[in-house]
């Protein structure tokens, strides 16, 4: 089955495939912390407008 021998190319193809999948995780999880706080702003915003006797 092994008995082909990987090309450089193609080891390095498999390499930077595995670093722009790492690139848009990272990129997903920044987006998700983005929309995390844009929530909690309007949370917060919100009890501010139900109780404003703070």
């Known amino acids: 089955m092994n008995n082909y021998r990987a090309t450089r190319g193609e080891r390095r ?3 930077r495939r595995k ?3 790492m690139a848009i995780s ?3 999880v ?3 912390q ?3 706080r844009k929530r ?3 949370i917060r915003k919100q009890e501010k407008e139900d109780r404003p006797s703070d």
């Open 34 to 36: 983005t929309i995390i």
């Open 30 to 32: 920044r987006n998700l």
């Open 19 to 21: 670093r722009r999948k």
């Open 26 to 28: 990272g990129v997903g």
């Open 40 to 42: 909690a702003e309007k």
């Open 13 to 15: 193809e498999s390499k």
